[in-house]
């Protein structure tokens, strides 16, 4: 059964660099037929994907935040990253690392339980 | 980007109900999609993938249809534990959507 847990500060100030990391059990980051996503929530709202990361260390960032997004893995240890910067209280948000199928569908089976990260001074 | 229209934002319904939930693309997407399931504080939870695949685990008053751009979940019988937010993503082309979700509520 795969496990993802994330970890990180819930508390960034405005201006400064948001960094989580998501640790997989269960499974390998270097599977090739899975890619590792970042999924936020806002407040109240719906859901918005951030970017993947594939094994070989390949990246994809939704163009939204593609300015700002740095996501990365490390395979000896299991675990991927993600790193935003100039954060505003617009990414006040539950984040969340999910992992999706890279073959075809493009669906995320497997989720974090999300940790809830506010930007404020 | 692909943009994904849910309809209704709302729905109240009772025990036993049959329930349909749309989503609506802005461009087909083939059979590129899928539904979450999300109870508060909790992460979403996959229910169908390729508009209409029941994921393992997942109770089959559950289902899913369409294809192109118009897409149906629906619920046989709602349960109890059925009343939730149900959210729809295209898996057809990176950015990854989803659509602003429904929320199910106990009539």
Known sequence: QVQLQE???????????????????????????????????????????????????????????????????????????????SVTAADTAVYYCARVSSSSWAFFDYWSQGTRVTVSS | DIQMTQSPSSLSASVGDRVTITCRASQSISSYLNWYQQKPGKAPNLLIYAASSLQSGVPSRFSGSGSGTDFTLTISSLQPEDFASYYCQQGYRTPYTFGRGTNLEIK
Not at chain 1, 38 to 43: A, G, L, V
Request: positive net charge; hydrophobic residues 30%; aromatic residues 12%.
């Open chain 1, 7 to 85: 970890s990180g500060p819930g508390l960034v100030k405005p201006s400064q660099t948001l960094s989580l990391t998501c640790t997989i059990s269960g499974g390998s980051i270097t599977s090739g037929v899975y890619h590792w996503s970042w999924i936020r929530q806002p407040p109240g709202k719906g859901l918005e994907w951030i970017g993947y990361i594939y094994f070989s260390g390949s990246t994809y960032y939704s163009p939204s935040l593609e300015s700002r997004i740095t996501i990365s893995a490390d395979t000896s240890k299991n675990l991927f990253s993600l790193n935003l910067s």
